[in-house]
């Protein structure tokens, strides 16, 4: 959930499984109902998500919250991601988390 990771498939030459390569694409001021919904059912049958969590990017997308912010804005969302996912690793500027495994 960044501008990231369109470079990330390209360098790692992996096969693209998100529509959006842009997290404005969703998250933006201007984001088309149907996207948001589109990445949620991608939230959804994610196992990893790797997530922006200083970079604003006030030009791409209309505000200036970060993607992990503009997560957090979205209440349903949100909520199904505290529930399904822990953070596995943190950088400076993102968030690595993988789905939790449920017994």
């Given at each position: 959930?960044?501008i990231?990771?369109?470079?990330?498939?390209?360098?790692?030459?992996?096969?693209?499984?998100?529509?959006?390569a842009?997290?404005?694409?969703?998250?933006?001021?201007?984001a088309?109902?149907?996207?948001?919904?589109?990445?949620f059912?991608?939230?959804?049958?994610?196992?990893?998500?790797?997530?922006?969590?200083?970079l604003r990017?006030?030009?791409?997308?209309?505000h200036?919250?970060?993607?992990?912010?503009?997560l957090?804005?979205?209440k349903?969302?949100?909520?199904?991601?505290?529930?399904?996912?822990?953070?596995?690793?943190?950088?400076?500027?993102?968030?690595?988390?993988?789905?939790?495994?449920?017994?």
């Amino acid at each position: 959930m960044s501008i990231e990771s369109n470079p990330l498939y390209q360098m790692a030459d992996i096969k693209r499984v998100s529509k959006f390569a842009l997290s404005s694409m969703y998250f933006g001021a201007g984001a088309p109902e149907d996207w948001k919904k589109d990445i949620f059912t991608e939230l959804k049958s994610s196992d990893w998500l790797v997530i922006q969590v200083k970079l604003r990017q006030s030009t791409f997308n209309g505000h200036n919250r970060t993607a992990m912010e503009s997560l957090v804005s979205r209440k349903e969302m949100y909520a199904y991601f505290l529930e399904n996912f822990e953070v596995c690793d943190s950088k400076t500027s993102l968030h690595i988390f993988k789905r939790k495994i449920k017994n």
